[in-house]
């Protein structure tokens, strides 16, 4: 059954709106990943040591292997 905004918690909200960004993420990376690998080194657009990065990022995501931001920021400051 729909509820309205009215209806559901703040948790509830919150939650819903994490699954949507992660959905929107998760595919986002998905089309990422795919034109990364489906164009050849040469032809790539990117830096190499970027491209690199970023699918070592990639496998780290989908390993589960992340922070959260208050860690993020925490390491960037030092």
Known sequence: MAKTLAEISTTELEQLVERTIDKRLEVWLAQLADA?????????????????SLRRSLEQARAGEGI???????QLAR
């Open 36 to 52: 990364l690998t489906g164009v050849s080194e040469d032809e790539m657009p990117l830096r190499s040591d970027f491209a690199a």
């Open 68 to 74: 959260d931001l208050k860690t993020f920021r925490e």
